[in-house]
């Protein structure tokens, strides 16, 4: 057996084990339909995709990596991520910081997941045209994936939803810096992925 080509697979059913993990008791069982929505439709456009559209073992592990994150969010709720209530209570933070991070690894973890799809999909090939389509994509996704949010909060309407779905934590600029920071942390993949193809190690 070749561990290379069963790699996807041995991720998938872990990540499969720790989804069923999350839909175990979480906290708030309608903020984790919430946010297993996209869940669903992601996870199943890789699984149709997957013999047509094989990507890069290191795609797979950083796309798996995000999964897993969001996982532990919706189970807890990414306000209420119990290590990071902990961090806020032990230094004094104004709140559960768990969201701003899991924003901003998007950009880092999904950053050469898009630029491989374009580069091996669309062929636009390697080099600065990719890596700035890439980052152009991840910063629409963010803008895009806030609006949704917002326009789903107000389509249910309920305390709930609002508290621990959207997870504002009572600041009002919560979106634009959920948005900022994932544009950052594509321009940290950007860097780390143009070093690589310079010195031609990806």
């Known amino acids: 057996m070749n561990l290379r080509n069963v790699y996807p697979k041995i991720l998938f059913v872990i990540y499969i084990l720790v989804w069923i993990w999350g839909a175990i008791n979480p906290r708030y069982r309608s903020v984790w339909v919430d946010e297993n929505i996209l869940v669903v ?17 290191l795609s797979y592990s950083l796309i798996f990596i995000f999964m897993v994150l969001h996982t532990i969010g919706g ?18 933070l104004e709140r559960n910081h768990y969201d701003r991070v899991v924003h901003f690894l998007f950009g880092v973890l999904m950053f050469y997941p898009v630029y491989e799809i374009l580069n091996r999909i669309f062929l636009i090939p390697k080099g600065w045209r990719g890596l700035f389509i890439a980052f ?6 963010k803008g895009i994936f806030e609006s949704i949010e917002y326009g789903y909060v107000a389509l249910r309407n309920n305390s709930l939803t609002v508290s621990n779905y959207l997870g504002e934590q009572g600041d009002s600029l919560d979106a634009i810096k959920d948005i900022s920071l994932g544009i950052f942390g594509a321009v940290v993949s950007w860097i780390v992925v143009g070093l690589g193809i310079k010195l031609k190690k990806i």
């Open 136 to 141: 152009f994509i991840i910063s629409a996704f």
């Open 75 to 92: 189970h807890y709720s990414y306000a209420e991520m119990p290590l990071f209530d902990w961090i806020k209570d032990n230094y004094q």
């Open 41 to 57: 439709v992601f996870v199943g456009v890789l699984l149709i995709s997957y013999r047509k559209i094989r990507l890069s073992n």
